[in-house]
């Protein structure tokens, strides 16, 4: 895998410190992955707060939530209303849209995927979108938050707490 882009989530940590761990790993752009990109108790990490805080930090900022989000309003990808079926969800047109566009911007610049889930392990992220990427030949890494990044198969260590699974 020659390509690859990281996955943050903000949590509530503090602005300058979600930046310095962007430009530890030279993020030039950083895509919004949250289906609703608001957060009411940390108001920094609203739309606009956030792509100010990229904008005055030199980075650019996108929003593919409407494409790529975990919590899409299609009732056809949940399980009888209520569970996101993420196998539903990455067949959808609009995601295999968000995809390829996001793998065209992978050619131009380093990304990072930002979603609100501090830890990855359960987050979208990791469940539906590092999957798919890692079949198009992306290498994927979640920055934890900690300050390192990890790959999914050292991910599914630590949520085994070191043991491999034999499924």
């Known amino acids: 895998m020659s390509l690859k882009l990281y996955t943050i989530g903000h949590g509530n940590i503090e602005p300058d410190e979600f930046m310095r761990r962007l430009k530890q790993f030279n993020i030039e752009m950083l895509i919004d992955v949250r289906s609703k990109p608001y957060s009411r108790y940390v108001p920094h990490f609203n739309k606009e707060g956030i792509e100010h805080l990229c904008k005055d930090n030199g980075m650019k900022y996108l929003f593919f939530g409407n494409l790529l ?31 390829d566009r996001l793998l065209n911007l992978t050619n131009k610049y380093r990304l990072c ?17 590092s999957p798919v990427l890692e079949k198009r030949e992306i290498e994927v ?21 070191g043991q491999l699974t034999i499924f």
């Open 141 to 161: 890494l979640h920055i934890l938050p900690d300050g390192t990044a990890i790959n999914p198969e050292q991910l599914k260590l630590k949520i085994n707490k």
């Open 113 to 129: 995927l930002m979603c609100s889930e501090g830890q990855p392990d359960e987050c979208h992220r990791n469940l539906l979108l």
């Open 69 to 99: 989000g975990g919590k899409p309003e299609d009732d056809s990808v949940t399980d009888k209303g209520t569970k996101i079926n993420y196998d539903l969800l990455a067949e959808k047109d609009y995601f295999l849209s968000g995809i």
